[in-house]
């Protein structure tokens, strides 16, 4: 069904409009190859520093050991994390919420069939949750501390795992989980200090990109709304937005009042925390502009919890399951694209 659903995405942009052109102009793709062009060659003359450099580290390995180019490698990461982490959703899940989580969200097809950060990030996170249910403690601290380095909010998985094991007074356990991830961020830093003389350059030159403006947190559905009011968008948009804010209200709501949902918190404690604080952040992002218009894309990683939640309430239904496998990736690249220029180009071909 993944499948069907990700050659129907490709499908409908090639229909369209060069499939490579756009995933050239998609979201921070310039970016990530221009960083993992850069690492492979070890010249970071001109290179602007923004985004984590988890993704283009994976990137420039790829690329150097298989000799394809830093977009191709760009694609079969993003590609296939995608279905690594459906792989994983099903094991941690079930199949029902692995089904949904593979084909609901447009950003999701987005970020894995045109490239970004989200799938590896994902399916490093997912593997975490499984280390952490076989209780092999190191690999899920490693996988962690890898996911924390393609998006930062990976950082709350480590924090869940550390806080278990002194829990449970595990304190040999405690300190090689803080080792792996401290060389794991020793490792990353490295570069940043030895080329710009700051082991913090991506973060300073976050702070630096949105100054003077207000704290990356701050209180919960303020700048969701704000951004809602100051900034017009297309009521398609703003239909698509808030309708996943609902929707993930609705699976907090859930997660609270369930009992199904209460059980599994306490069975699967680091996962449960890791949900709770994501949500939290999500909805406490503090910049406007992205608070509101990046909300589905932020609430990748926390929809089967969400499912989760709604377990009682989700139509058990295969045949629904094939219609958003068909319908989601058509709407998704139609948006990628541009839904005006899909418009504009049938309105052509029909006169």
């Not at 050239?24 to 923004?50: C, E, M, P, Q």
């Not at 890898?146 to 002194?166: D, K, Y």
């Not at 949902?261 to 503090?286: D, Q, T, V, W």
Request: proline share 4%; hydrophobic share 55%.
């Amino acid at each position: 069904m993944a499948t069907a659903a990700c050659l129907i995405f490709i499908s409908t942009i090639s229909i369209f409009k060069n499939y490579f052109q756009v995933v050239n102009d998609f979201g921070d793709n310039s970016a990530y190859i221009a960083v993992a062009s850069a690492l492979r060659h070890w010249d970071f003359r001109g290179l602007t520093i923004k985004q984590f450099w988890g993704l283009p580290y994976l990137m420039a390995a790829v690329s150097s050991i298989s000799r394809v180019s830093d977009r191709t490698a760009l694609l079969a990461i993003s590609a296939g994390s995608y279905f690594i982490s459906i792989v994983l959703a099903y094991r941690l899940w079930g199949g029902w919420i692995a089904g949904f989580f593979a084909v609901i969200n447009f950003d999701w097809f987005q970020r894995a069939l045109l490239g970004g950060s989200e799938p590896l990030f994902v399916a490093l996170l997912f593997s975490s949750f499984l280390m952490v249910r076989k209780s092999k403690w190191c690999l899920a601290a490693l996988l962690a501390a890898l996911s924390t380095v393609v998006r930062p909010l990976g950082f709350f998985t480590f924090v869940g795992i550390t806080i278990s094991l002194t829990a449970q007074r595990q304190y040999r356990q405690v300190v090689l989980v803080i080792l792996i991830a401290s060389l794991v961020g020793i490792g990353y830093i490295w570069p940043f200090w030895q080329q710009f003389g700051d082991p913090l350059a991506t973060i300073h030159s976050y702070q630096q990109l949105h100054q003077p403006g207000p704290f990356l947190f701050g209180i919960p559905f303020y700048a969701i709304v704000k951004g809602t009011l100051i900034h017009s968008a297309p009521w398609t948009n703003l239909v698509l937005t808030w309708g996943w804010i609902g929707l993930v209200l609705c699976g907090v709501i859930a997660m609270s009042l369930t009992t199904h949902y209460r059980e599994f918190s306490k069975s699967h404690m680091i996962e449960a925390g890791f949900a709770a604080l994501y949500l939290l952040a999500i909805f406490s992002y503090n910049l406007p502009y992205w608070a509101r218009g990046s909300f589905p894309r932020f609430a990748i990683p926390i929809v089967p919890f969400i499912f989760l939640g709604l377990l009682n309430w989700v139509p058990k239904s295969h045949y629904l399951l094939w219609t958003l496998s068909i319908v989601s990736p058509t709407l998704a690249a139609s948006s990628a694209i541009g839904v005006k220029n899909v418009v504009q180009v049938i309105h052509r071909l029909l006169l």
